[in-house]
């Protein structure tokens, strides 16, 4: 998927702006608060909306031709509203007919999906009478209906109790896992670390990281990292990073951290931490059991990029 | 089938029963069948004249001919009225009020004598044991008939049953999605933007052909077995231009539909464009659907007598074209109306919050 | 002792009068619907017949005007004019109702508001009544408020034989529209609690206002009848009105039917909007 220096506005107001980006096959998270433009990223993707400006392609299919496009794409969207008086079941069936399907295959390939998303006992029944989870999975059934090579999902995890939401997330893994690309938006950063093989940082309109999340972390050169350390005496092991035996050299730590059986350390130059530590361990000096950084997940990287006041309410 | 007619079905065939059971166009059911339930009324009218002028006759103590009728003329007494054609078979009397020169209101006695000679009824208005007015009722002739469906036709059923029943049909198609945040379900299939709006301007045309085609083939039939009519004429061209109105008045407002947000202020403009027709420039009036439908009436109005000049204006275009200038006329304004709003679905982004 | 108990603290600073509160509800939604540029235009639009009445009234009591013109003097300023004035205002304000009416209550049924509205100290009468007013003090300032100073600024140039003889004109501006004003607005306020989308119950509105005119037409004509009028709204108060403006009086019997209508009208839609403007809605 290729986005070619595009920009959406809604008259005087910017949707985003100056995107550039090619989305590989997995699974791919659009991370950032609300209004951030995710929708509008997903809207535009799947040709609900055109952009102002630049180019859009989806598996070398522009935005524009549905009649291509949408063999390829499957499009869950936040609309929570639906056909009058359709069951699940009717829904889909009504769905897959406008892709020329005979009446066979519509059943069959509609039971299945209705399986796969957990929703077969709920098929006959009303849409207007499924709780807020099912209807969110009979969104992500239309969308998986006709097996799409791209899936492009807004918010799916919304509404689910945890149950369904783990079976959901294996769901994408699976999916992701079989070579398709699966583009997910979220404002609940902690998923995002769960699910995604690569996340794209959106703020205010605007791409502010793309990458897999460990690569965008390190990137951040400039801004001091946080290392866990694991051991028996946390006290004990910051008093020797602090005042280094006479011959070591004295570690730059902006900031400690003790809790029970674990320190947090914050440095700048990891590196240059991380030699000195294996000296001290190998030393002796400290009885060290473990050690991982502690915020290269998207939410801290989210929070470096934009700032805390940047990131709003909506990331968490 | 190929590919593209394949999908344009697959839109109609949802949108068929959509249209023709949707709860919101309930309504355009009852615009229908009101011209059927007034000529039900009609007929059940006629039926009870018919039957009223011959038990009527039978009551006269002499016999009586339209010349003894004739002979009645305003200013005439009761009792002149009597003696010239005896005791009335029926007749009622009654007050009426009147405003006089002081602005007092003031209670007239009124008497009104009907009589029949067989072929029509007579009522004879008397204003304070004048005669005031004779009015002859006789039965309905086959061109009396097709005169009233005419009018009907053209002043009302096209005019206004049709125009309003188009307005909720085609309105609804792509309005009504909007409104129930369910566009977008056609949006994400592999359909060609301009292949949704045919199906679906295919299904509305289909409903609305069905029931207002339905409606004035079942009016036609019914106005055809009045008391001394045997069947009226012309049923397939009306059934063709009611299928040419539904055309026409569905194109604009499938367009309405998808390029305003409130279709209120369209539809009454058109309304307004519509009524103002036979005032209009030439040029002016060609854009129009109602100046192509009154040229393909089979009966013109104007012609007929009893017609107010006023009304005779407005039921008839004066500058008259032949029938296939004004098909094609028709067909042409459609097709440019379609071919806008193809163009404009094609454009058309999902924006549910300003609805 | 429970937390809530130590921290919370109730407002008990001064509140407004409850009597005028159902007001707020009249504030934001003339506020709403003049946020609309169209209604707005439309709205100053509709003061363009006061306003050539007005010119008319002027010209009518200029004797030098004919006298340029060498025209008669052919205007008469008398209950025939006003009954045209009233008529033509009321049809301005029937358009004005149409676009403005059907988002007065359809949204808040349709987005689930007016269960906000009532989970408030404020009652159903008073949402009713911020509702109505809206319409009322629109609709007045359209009708019979431009009304009366036409007959106030005819009342002075006419002199004192005019006023003698028309003073009656006024409490009959004034009864008519104020009739014509209940009447519409609670048949447009009910169509708005029964319909929901906007956008059908103007369409609705605008159906019963054309359709029901040519429908009556067509029964006249068809069934050789004047009660087919009873259909047609508009007819219905000029059949009404012509009493109070002490027109040529029409048939009793439909001048009592024309009365008849409007009362079952204004009292059927009365019941529709109490059965839709609930505190509970049953969702199927």
Known sequence: MEFDNVSKFYGEVLGVNRIHLAIPPGITSLVGPNGSGKTTLMNLMTGLIQPTRGRISVLGIAATDPERLFRKVGYCTQFDSYPKGATGRAFLENYLSLFGEARAERRERAARVLERVGLEAAADRKIAGYSKGMRQRIRLAQALAHDPQVLVLDEPLNGLDPLVRADTIALFRGLGAEGRAVILSSHVLHEVDAISDQVIMLSHGYVVAEGQIHGVRSELRDHPIQIRLQGARPREMAARLLQPEPGQELLEVLELAVGEHQLLVKVRDAHAFYLALNRLAASGAIALEGVAPADDDAGSVYAYLVGAGASGGGAQ | ?355 | MAVYQQTYRPYTGPLTPAAPRFLILYQQARRSLFQSKLLLGFFVVCFLIPLLELVTIYISHNPAFFHLLGLPRFIAINRSFFFTYVHYQCFMAFLFTAFAAPGLIAPDLADGGLALYLSRPFSRAEYLAGKIAVLWLLLSALTWVPGLILFGVQSDMGGAAWRQANGWLGWSIVLACAVWIVVWSLLALAISAWVKWRVVAGAVLLGIYFFGAGFAQVINLVLGTQYGSLVDLMEVHLIAWSGLFRRPAPPLGLYLAAWAVLAAIAAGSLWMILKKVRPLEVIK
């Open chain 2, 1 to 355: 089938m190929n590919a593209s007619l394949q999908s344009i079905a697959a839109v109609f065939r949802l949108e068929l029963r959509k249209t023709f059971l949707a709860r919101r166009g309930l309504w355009v059911y009852l615009l229908a069948l009101a011209p059927f339930v007034l000529f039900l009324g009609y007929t059940v009218q006629n039926k009870v004249e018919a039957q009223q002028r011959q038990e009527l006759a039978a009551h006269n103590q002499k016999p009586l001919a339209a010349a003894d009728f004739a002979a009645i003329h305003r200013g005439m007494t009761e009792a002149e009225v009597l003696a010239r054609l005896g005791p009335p078979a029926r007749q009622f009397r009654f007050g009426r009020r009147r405003r006089a020169a002081n602005d007092t209101i003031e209670l007239r006695l009124d008497a009104r004598f009907r009589y029949s000679d067989g072929s029509a009824l007579y009522d004879i208005f008397l204003e304070d044991g004048k005669v005031m007015n004779v009015r002859p009722r006789p039965g309905p002739t086959l061109g009396d008939v097709n005169l009233l469906f005419a009018t009907v036709f053209q002043f009302f059923y096209l005019r206004l049953a049709v125009f309003f029943g188009c307005l909720g049909i085609f309105m609804n198609l792509f309005r009504g999605e909007l409104l129930d945040k369910s566009l977008h379900f056609y949006f994400l299939a592999p359909v060609r933007r301009s292949h949704i709006l045919a199906g679906k301007f295919l299904a509305g045309l289909a409903a609305a052909v069905v029931i207002f085609g339905g409606s004035a083939a079942v009016q036609i039939w019914l106005l055809g077995r009045q008391p001394g009519v045997s069947g009226l004429g012309h049923m397939g061209a009306y059934l063709g231009v009611t299928a040419l109105a539904c055309l026409g008045y569905g194109a604009v407002f499938l367009a309405a539909g998808l390029n305003f947000k409130n279709p209120i202020v369209p539809a009454v403009a058109l309304l307004l464009w519509e009524s103002v027709n036979p005032f209009l420039p030439a040029l002016l009036k060609k854009i129009s659907v109602i100046y192509y439908l009154t040229q393909l009436c089979p009966v013109s109005v104007a012609s007929g007598p009893g017609v107010s000049p006023l009304f005779a204006l407005l039921v008839a275009a004066p500058t008259a074209i032949s029938k296939s200038a004004a098909l094609v006329g028709l067909l042409v304004v459609a097709a440019v109306v379609l071919a806008y709003s193809a163009r404009r679905v094609r454009r058309l982004e999902i924006d549910y919050s300003a609805d």
